[in-house]
């Protein structure tokens, strides 16, 4: 069972994702048994490892220039 905080993170991590797909980057949440959640963003052959959501949402403001903007209801 997810936490009401989990289910947000996800929310917000399938937001960044759809942002990402749209500037022709792949974005993977990795979760292993006994590590944090890591995410790893890929663009043709590069690869770059994020720590968290904030981290995330930074590097794609940089890397699109902050091209697509994203509202929440």
Same mark, same amino acid.
């Given at each position: 069972? /997810?936490h $009401? #905080? @989990?289910?947000?993170?996800?929310?917000?991590? #399938? /937001?960044?994702? #759809?942002? !990402? !797909?749209?500037?022709?980057? &792949?974005?993977? %949440?990795i979760?292993g048994d006994l590590? $944090?959640?890591?995410?790893? #963003? /890929?663009?043709? !052959?590069? /690869? %770059? @490892?994020?720590l968290?959501?904030?981290?995330? =949402?930074?590097?794609?403001d940089?890397? &699109?220039?902050?091209a697509? =903007?994203?509202t929440t !209801?």
């Amino acid at each position: 069972m /997810t936490h $009401p #905080a @989990e289910s947000h993170d996800l929310k917000r991590f #399938a /937001t960044l994702q #759809a942002r !990402a !797909a749209l500037s022709g980057i &792949t974005l993977h %949440r990795i979760e292993g048994d006994l590590s $944090p959640v890591v995410y790893i #963003a /890929t663009k043709w !052959a590069l /690869t %770059r @490892e994020l720590l968290d959501l904030d981290v995330v =949402e930074q590097w794609l403001d940089r890397v &699109t220039g902050n091209a697509v =903007e994203v509202t929440t !209801a």
